[in-house]
T-cell receptor, first 114, second 113 residues
Framework: ETGVTQTPRHLVMGMTNKKSLKCEQH?????MYWYKQSAKKPLELMFV???????ENNSVPSRFSPECPNSSHLFLHLHTLQPEDSALYLC?????????????FGPGTRLLVL | DQQVKQNSPSLSVQEGRISILNCDYT??????FLWYKKYPAEGPTFLIS?????DKNEDGRFTVFLNKSAKHLSLHIVPSQPGDSAVYFC????????????FGGGTRLMVKP
């Protein structure tokens, strides 16, 4: 595997379900991110992890819970979501420090909340 | 209030011609700018970037121009190819938080054969 991978690619869940999105980066980067892309809206940054530590939480509701066990893996735990949370969830990674500011994205998970 | 704006939701260009995609920003703290391309059912793919210390950066058919006084950047694709048809996003990050990207809403480019 190369680059940034995400599983599952598609997910349908009810409002009472609990599910997790997984992201893995094979680029040796030290920072990882979760973004949300809703219909007709720009990509919105949700969470930032630098060196496995969460450094930003962009006012995201607590029904979204991130986890970063190591610098290669990132999870987004979902519980009691609302239909308006249906969106494309994208993971990205970058190498912070040394001038690197380019983020590389995975293919995304298309989430539908019923 | 959107700090990064792409005012043209779509652009149609003939194959072989130049495509010019525009992006405006309002935050004077932005000092690094990127363009991404996105195909349906895929994540954004990095294309080209530019630092605020430059006004032009070129990579093959892609050139990004930055006008700091106007807070405007543009992406030129020459010559345009049908495979360039995608949604293009510009993004910017500030000097004090280099990994905090703010994205524009995207421009859908259609290159007609």
């Amino acid at each position: 595997e190369t680059g940034v991978t995400q599983t599952p690619r598609h997910l349908v869940m009810g409002m009472t379900n609990k599910k997790s999105l997984k992201c893995e980066q094979h680029l040796g980067h030290n920072a990882m991110y979760w973004y949300k892309q809703s219909a007709k809206k720009p990509l919105e940054l949700m969470f930032v992890y630098n060196f496995k530590e969460q450094t930003e939480n962009n006012s995201v509701p607590s029904r979204f819970s991130p986890e970063c066990p190591n610098s290669s893996h990132l999870f987004l735990h979902l519980h009691t979501l609302q239909p308006e949370d249906s969106a494309l969830y994208l993971c990205a990674s970058s190498q912070e420090g040394g001038g690197g500011r380019t983020q590389y994205f995975g293919p995304g998970t298309r989430l539908l909340v019923l | 209030d959107q700090q990064v704006k792409q005012n043209s939701p779509s652009l149609s260009v003939q194959e072989g011609r130049i495509s010019i995609l525009n992006c405006d920003y309002t935050n004077s703290m932005f000092d690094y700018f990127l363009w991404y391309k996105k195909y349906p059912a895929e994540g954004p793919t990095f294309l080209i970037s530019i630092s605020s210390i430059k006004d032009k950066n070129e990579d093959g058919r892609f050139t990004v121009f930055l006008n700091k006084s106007a807070k405007h950047l543009s992406l030129h694709i020459v010559p345009s190819q049908p495979g360039d048809s995608a949604v293009y996003f510009c993004a910017a990050s500030p000097v004090n938080a280099g990994n905090m990207l703010t994205f524009g809403g995207g421009t859908r480019l259609m290159v007609k054969p």
